[in-house]
C-alpha cells in the first residue's frame, strides 16, 4: 500500500478496527458492481461502498457459487472514491481475505451473500490488520463472531430479496436478546453463556454495557427510505443496502433519498420527502417464497 | 449554569463524542438541523466520514448557519471534524465544501488506508503530563498551516516515517481540531480543553 506520511504507531488494534466501525455510524453502506455506481453512491452520502461482483439479487438470479471479487475490479473501486471501500471474502476463506486485505480494501466482510467455503469454521479475525465485519441473526451467533475477532456486526436479514421482514427480525432479535441480558442478575449470567453458545465474559460485558462491545449495523431486503429508517429506530447503527439501490428504477435518486431517511430516521415528514417520486422499487421476492436451502441468512453458525 | 454543548449529528461517532462532553457537565445537544444550531454555546464536529458529512450538510442547508456560527462561538473538530473546520483541502473531491475558519490545508486519509490506522502517545504542552495516548483512523494531516494557527501537537520528526514533525492539532482563536479521536478513549483532556475554551468565551 502506498503511503506517503505513515508514522511508527502502533497498526491493527482492537480499539482502530472497532473505532472505524465507529466513524461509519449513522451512514448507509451501498454495494456497487462498477465504478460508475461506486461513484453514484459517494455522490449520494454514502458512507462506504461494497465492491462486489454481483448484487445478492443476481447471485440469487442466477445461482452457482459466489466467490471473492475479481481484484482488478476491486482496485478500480478503490481507485475512483475517497469514501472506504469493503469487500466480501466467502465464509471460512481466509486466504481471499488475505487477498481483499492486500489489495489495500478497508473492512472485509465474510460474508453469507457468498458461497461459505468452510461449513465448520469461520476466519480467524485477529490474525489480521484489517477489520471485519460479519452477520449475524441473533446474540449469540453475533458474540461468537466477535470472539473470532469481527470489529462490526450486521443483522443479515435476506439479502437480496427487497423483503425487510427478515432484517426486522434478525435486529429486533438480537436487541431483544440484550435487553434481557441486562434485566439478569449476575449468577444468571452463566446459563445465559451456556444458552446462548457465546464466551461468558463477552456475555457479562454486554449485560453490563447494554449494547455489543462493537457497532451494530443492519442489512438484507432494505429497499426503500422507510425501510432503512425503520431499521435505525429498532437500533441499528446504520444500514446496509445491497440490491435495493442498483436495482431499482432510478437509483441515483434512491440511493440519496435511503441516505437523506437514514439521517433524519425519526423525522416522518422528511422520511416522506425522501420517499416521493423514486420509480420503482426492485422486483422484491418474498421470504416465505424462498425455499429454505435457498436461504442466505442460514448460512453461518 | 452549564453551557449547552451541540455535537453536529449528521454521521459519525456522535454518542462518543457526547458521552466524554456529559462526563464533562456540560448539556449535550445534538444537533441535525439549523434550527437546533441556535442557543449553543460551542459545537464539536465529529469523526466520521467528511464526503458524507459535507454532501450532507450541503443538502440540508447547513453550511450557511454553521459559518455564520463558526466567529461566534467555539468550535472543536476530531478526524473529519478537522476537515470540515479546513480553509483547503488537498486530495479531497474537488466539490467538497467546508465550514473553514482554520487556515489550514487538511491532507485526507494522509496516513493511508484502514490497515495503516494506528495508536501512539503524544506529547501535548497544552494539556500537561503525561503524554496523550492518540488513536488515528484513516486520518487527516495538517499539511500546511498559516502563523495564526498555533500547533498544540504533532508526531515529532523521530516518530514519523517522513522525517518531519507531522502536525495533528491545531488552535486558533476558537476554533480547534485535532487528526486524532479523543471520543474513542476514556481520558478526557482533550474535551477538558474545549469545555473550558466554551466556558471562557
Excluded at chain 1, 443476481?58 to 471501500?85: C, F, K, L, N, Y
Excluded at chain 1, 492486500?102 to 453469507?112: F, K, P, R, T
Excluded at chain 2, 494531516?141 to 498544540?152: G, I, N, P, R, T
Excluded at chain 2, 478526557?188 to 469545555?195: E, G
Aim: charged content about 20%.
Amino acid at each position: 500500500m502506498a503511503t506517503d506520511a505513515a508514522s511508527t504507531g502502533v497498526t491493527g488494534t482492537t480499539r482502530v478496527k472497532r473505532g472505524m466501525a465507529d466513524m461509519l455510524k449513522g451512514g448507509v453502506i451501498m454495494d456497487v458492481v462498477n465504478v460508475e455506481q461506486a461513484k453514484i453512491a459517494e455522490d449520494a452520502g454514502a458512507i462506504a461502498v461494497m465492491a462486489l461482483e454481483r448484487v445478492p439479487a443476481d447471485i440469487r438470479a442466477q445461482g452457482g457459487v459466489a466467490r471473492m471479487s475479481d481484484p482488478t475490479m476491486i482496485d478500480e473501486i478503490i481507485q475512483a472514491v475517497s469514501i472506504p471501500v469493503m469487500a466480501k471474502a466467502r465464509i471460512g476463506h481466509f486466504v481471499e481475505a488475505q487477498v481483499i486485505q492486500s489489495l489495500g480494501v478497508d473492512y472485509i466482510d465474510e460474508s453469507e451473500v457468498l458461497t461459505p467455503a468452510d461449513y465448520i469454521n469461520h476466519i480467524d479475525k485477529w490474525a489480521f490488520t484489517v477489520p471485519f465485519v460479519c452477520g449475524a441473526t441473533n446474540l449469540g451467533e453475533a458474540l461468537r463472531r466477535i470472539n473470532e475477532g469481527a470489529a462490526m456486526i450486521r443483522s443479515k436479514g435476506e439479502a437480496g430479496t427487497g423483503d425487510v421482514s427478515n432484517a426486522t427480525g434478525h435486529i429486533r432479535t438480537i436487541k431483544g436478546e440484550i435487553r434481557r441480558l441486562s434485566s439478569m442478575s449476575k449468577d444468571e449470567l452463566y446459563v445465559a453463556a451456556k444458552e446462548l453458545q457465546a464466551p461468558y465474559d463477552l456475555v457479562c460485558e454486554v449485560a453490563e454495557k447494554g449494547a455489543l462491545p462493537v457497532v451494530l449495523f443492519t442489512a438484507g431486503g432494505i429497499a426503500t427510505p422507510a425501510d432503512a429508517a425503520m431499521m435505525m429506530q429498532l437500533g441499528a447503527d446504520g444500514v446496509f443496502v445491497g440490491s435495493g439501490i442498483f436495482k431499482s428504477g432510478d437509483p441515483v435518486k434512491r440511493a440519496n433519498a435511503i441516505v437523506q431517511a437514514t439521517l433524519h430516521f425519526d423525522n416522518p415528514d422528511e422520511i416522506a420527502k425522501a420517499s416521493r417520486g423514486l420509480g420503482e422499487a426492485m422486483v422484491g421476492i418474498n421470504v416465505a417464497d424462498i425455499p429454505v436451502p435457498h436461504r442466505l441468512a442460514e448460512r453461518g453458525w | 449554569m452549564s453551557p449547552v454543548i451541540g455535537v453536529l449529528a449528521i454521521q459519525g461517532d456522535v454518542r462518543e463524542h457526547a458521552r466524554c462532553l456529559e462526563q464533562l457537565d456540560v448539556d449535550v445537544r445534538l444537533v441535525k438541523t439549523a434550527e437546533q444550531l441556535k442557543g449553543i454555546a460551542g459545537l464539536v464536529i465529529p469523526g466520521g466520514e467528511s464526503t458524507t458529512m459535507s454532501i450532507l450538510a450541503v443538502k440540508n442547508n447547513l453550511f450557511g448557519p454553521l459559518r455564520e456560527l463558526r466567529n461566534q462561538i467555539p468550535m472543536y473538530g476530531s478526524c473529519a471534524g478537522l476537515i470540515m473546520l479546513a480553509d483547503s483541502i488537498s486530495d479531497g473531491r474537488a466539490d467538497q465544501e467546508t465550514i473553514g475558519g482554520l487556515n489550514i490545508t487538511a491532507k485526507r486519509n494522509a496516513f493511508g488506508r484502514q490497515v495503516d490506522s494506528f495508536e501512539i502517545d503524544l506529547h501535548i504542552p497544552a494539556i500537561g503530563e503525561p503524554d496523550y495516548h492518540a488513536v488515528f483512523i484513516r486520518a487527516p494531516l495538517v499539511e500546511a498551516a498559516s502563523s495564526a494557527v498555533e500547533v498544540l501537537a504533532a508526531i515529532p520528526a523521530d516518530k514519523s516515517l517522513t522525517g518531519t514533525d507531522q502536525v495533528v492539532a491545531v488552535r486558533q482563536g476558537n476554533l480547534m481540531a485535532t487528526s486524532f479521536h479523543p471520543e474513542i478513549t476514556s481520558d478526557l483532556r482533550i474535551h477538558k480543553y474545549f469545555v473550558d475554551m466554551v466556558r471562557s468565551a
